[in-house]
């Protein structure tokens, strides 16, 4: 077995993947702590504070760390999510120890100087600014935002100027203070790297990091759904529907994402096929589900010319509606290959190994093994995602948001009730 795991006494978990035939190595720093923990006032910290992890310690300054890094052919990078924040590099075998000074060294020691603080904030203004003239950024927020409303979980990530505006030194090191505790954290790492050796390291560098977990953020809940309109003058119209999902622990989660993949998943999937290649109302449409803690989203995005969205969302309707009884089995079977097939492609990159362990170690408490992950997604039956798309269909009622202009898409959305009342009425043609 070349998956170790070591729990530390301070709470922090190592979990390596050893491939020998590999001479480099990724490993990161996944933390337990992401958008849906900040209060009101704190919204946007986490993606502030993964930025400016980057930008000083007390022992290097911002060019120090990359350089240090980028002198060994390595590189580095983070991100921020729902619910964790990931700080990760990329190096030979040799220099896994450096890879794990540093990374240590940017979340033990931040500087948080006052003049990158102010710097930074502006960077992430400009960002905000950018993720506002895309159209597809902008029809997510609003639909998170319709989903769980007044959460957290419906709220951007990168947060506002306003919000930005508040955070401080002391702001920001309470934060990590708060929520970058040991039980809360996993250092993973894949490719050339010995387990023991790690842990060795991890250990000593990341000794800071104990104390209780961090206080769990309050539970989910999906809304009311219903719809909305965003005027814009765009040469296409943006649409995009949610129902809830299923949590990352549900057993019939993978039942679910073989019906998501047979709706959505591919140019194979009953959408693309009906929508694009059969009647031509759009160049793309997918449909996906992102399991969380204690929920899940259920998501499908198209674009289409603003004429043609009415006509769109009855289409999408009467085919979810419709495939949730006449599921085949050449259906599930490619839907599941597509599913294995991209599980295992995804092991054979070291940086993909690392993160799948991490996430792994946060979700379930342990790694699951490719057998396990396969034989689940070989369990699936016709007859257990029939019952998936059932439960999808009767969870919620349908969260789904128009951004665009013209009269059709007050008509376009009004169309998506249709999804849990049974068949779109004909009333467009």
Request: aromatic share 6%.
């Amino acid at each position: 077995m070349s998956v170790e795991v070591t729990k530390l006494p301070s709470g922090l978990t190592v979990v390596t993947d050893t491939m020998p035939h590999l001479q480099t190595a990724a490993l990161g720093v996944w933390t337990g702590v992401g958008g849906r923990d900040e209060k009101p006032d704190e919204h946007g910290i986490s993606h502030l504070l993964e930025h400016m992890a980057f930008k000083g310690t007390t022992k290097r300054s911002s060019r120090e760390i990359v350089e240090e890094i980028e002198a060994v052919g390595g590189d580095l990078n983070a991100g921020t999510s729902t619910e964790t924040t990931a700080y990760y590099a990329r190096v030979m075998k040799d220099d896994v120890p450096l890879a794990l000074d540093v990374l240590s060294d940017i979340l033990a020691n931040p500087s948080f100087v006052p003049d990158e603080l102010e710097r930074e904030k502006s960077v992430i203004v400009q960002e905000i600014g950018a993720a506002q003239d895309t159209p597809d950024d902008v029809v997510f927020e609003h639909l998170n935002e319709l989903c769980y409303p007044e959460q957290p979980m419906g709220r951007s990530l990168l947060g506002t100027p306003q919000t930005l505006k508040g955070f401080d030194r002391d702001t920001l090191q309470g934060y990590l203070s708060k929520h970058y505790r040991g039980p809360d954290m996993v250092v993973a790492a894949a490719g050339a790297v010995d387990h023991a050796r790690v842990v060795e390291e991890v250990q000593h560098r990341f000794a800071s990091f104990n104390g209780q977990p961090a206080p769990a953020p309050l539970p989910a809940l999906f809304g009311p759904g219903g719809s909305k309109v965003v005027h814009r003058d765009l040469e296409q119209a943006h649409l995009t529907l949610a129902l809830e999902g299923l949590p990352q622990t549900d057993l019939s989660l993978f039942s679910l994402q073989v019906f998501t993949n047979v709706l959505g998943g591919g140019m194979s999937s009953r959408l693309f096929q009906e929508v694009r290649e059969k009647r031509g109302l759009c160049y793309s449409i997918y449909t996906f589900h992102a399991p969380y803690t204690d929920t899940g989203f259920f998501g499908l995005y198209t674009g289409t010319d603003p004429a043609d969205a009415p006509e769109m969302m009855e289409v999408i309707v009467d085919v979810i509606n419709d495939a949730v009884d006449t599921l085949t089995e050449a259906e599930i079977s490619r839907a599941k290959a597509q599913m294995k097939a991209g599980l295992l492609m995804a092991l054979e990159s070291c940086s993909s190994r690392a993160e799948q362990l991490a996430r792994h170690m946060l979700a379930y408490g342990r790694p699951l093994p490719v057998e396990e992950l396969v034989a689940k997604i070989d369990a699936v039956s016709v007859e257990s995602t029939g019952k998936a798309a059932r439960a999808l269909l009767s969870r919620s009622r349908p969260a789904v948001v128009a951004l665009g202009s013209g009269r059709g898409l007050d008509t376009a959305v009004s169309f998506a009730e249709g999804l849990t009342q049974g068949k779109a009425k004909p009333s467009y043609h």
